[in-house]
């Protein structure tokens, strides 16, 4: 098992920056593909981006490409995501994700963090 915690959520205006971090602990952490999704209350869990179990192709959600970056540093077993030119639609939690065998768009992780509360003003 892994446990998931993740930080660096705020209140910003639009236009700034944000990285979110998600620390694990327990579990070797290259065994696990990560993910970083988002929810706005009454709405679904959103796909925002994720990131192998070896950091290779990346990919994210069409509402962030080219303004959100997912990294992890095994070393640290930390995994993060960069947000850049924030928008007042960005607002939502933030939740990062785990699993050993999916990777992929869907809430199929099988370890999930306790969020973190991204607000954007405009």
């Known amino acids: 098992q892994v446990q998931l915690v993740e930080s660096g959520g705020g209140s910003v205006q639009a236009g700034d920056s944000l990285r979110l971090s998600c620390a694990a602990s327990?579990?070797?952490?290259?065994?696990?593909?990560l993910a970083w999704f988002r929810q706005v209350p009454g709405k679904d869990r959103e796909f925002v981006s994720a990131i192998s179990w070896t950091g290779a192709s990346p990919y994210y959600a069409r509402s962030v490409q080219g303004r959100v970056s997912i990294s992890r540093d095994d070393a640290k077993k930390v995994v993060y995501l960069q947000m850049n030119n924030l928008k007042p639609e960005d607002s939502a939690v933030y939740y990062c994700?785990?699993?050993?065998?999916?990777?992929?768009?869907?809430?199929?992780?099988?370890?999930w963090g306790q969020g973190t509360q991204v607000t954007v003003s405009s």
């Open positions: 994700a785990a699993d050993r065998g999916y990777y992929g768009e869907q809430t199929a992780y099988d370890y």
């Open positions: 327990g579990d070797t952490f290259t065994r696990y593909a």
